[in-house]
Each structure stands twice: as structure tokens, then as C-alpha cells.
Nanobody, 114 residues
Framework: QVQLVESGGGLVQAGGSLRLSCAAS????????MSWYRQAPGKQRELVAT???????NYADSVKGRFTVSRDNAKNTVYLQMNTLKPEDTAIYYC????????WGQGTQVTVSS
């Protein structure tokens, strides 16, 4: 069993920044891709960013140039630095890893006020 614990969400004004963290524990195997998703009220969950174990990252078009995903393999932790936040970034943010099956964190709320 893999446990994921997210932190770092909160309330911020438009144009501000937040940094999310997600720490994974309990895996006996190396974790390859680590991802961030988000789900806004009334909308489907969407992929925000993914980073491979080697540090190759991909982003949704809506966050390119504003968000940066990074990871610390020694700590099995993935981060999401979110800059120039917009009200439309308001959502619950989830991290996800796949170790033979998909594991999700509990989510952390990000609210951006205009």
C-alpha cells in the first residue's frame, strides 16, 4: 500500500503563489511518474502536471509558464510551485502515483480570490 499526503493548499489572491507538496510512503518499489491533478466544482478531474523519475515534466496548456513540478526522489516527494495564480485555478489538487495500480492523495484545497 502506498500512502500519499498532500499539503500546502490555502487561500491566495490572484497573482499570488502557493507551493504544494505530496509525500509518498509505503512503497517497496521505485515510484516512476508522479502527477498532480485538480478538480474544480462541477468539473471533471484534469491532469495538471507530470514528472518522471528522471525529471522530465509535462504540463497542461492552462498552467504552462506559471506552474513548475519538481520532485525529490530521496524523499519520494513531489512539489507543485504555482505562480501567477488565477481564480480559474481554484480547485482541489490531488497527487497521483502508479505502483502497479493508481494511488491518490486526499486532496488539498486551493482557492484563488479575484
Amino acid at each position: 500500500q502506498v500512502q500519499l499526503v498532500e499539503s500546502g493548499g490555502g487561500l491566495v489572491q490572484a497573482g499570488g503563489s502557493l507551493r504544494l507538496s505530496c509525500a509518498a510512503s509505503g512503497s517497496r518499489f521505485s515510484i516512476n511518474d508522479m502527477s498532480w491533478y485538480r478538480q474544480a466544482p462541477g468539473k471533471q478531474r484534469e491532469l495538471v502536471a507530470t514528472i518522471t523519475r528522471d525529471g522530465i515534466s509535462n504540463y497542461a496548456d492552462s498552467v504552462k509558464g506559471r506552474f513548475t513540478v519538481s520532485r525529490d526522489n530521496a524523499k519520494n516527494t513531489v512539489y507543485l510551485q504555482m505562480n501567477t495564480l488565477k481564480p480559474e485555478d481554484t480547485a482541489i489538487y490531488y497527487c497521483r502515483v502508479v505502483v502497479f495500480r493508481s494511488y491518490w492523495g486526499q486532496g488539498t484545497q486551493v482557492t484563488v480570490s479575484s
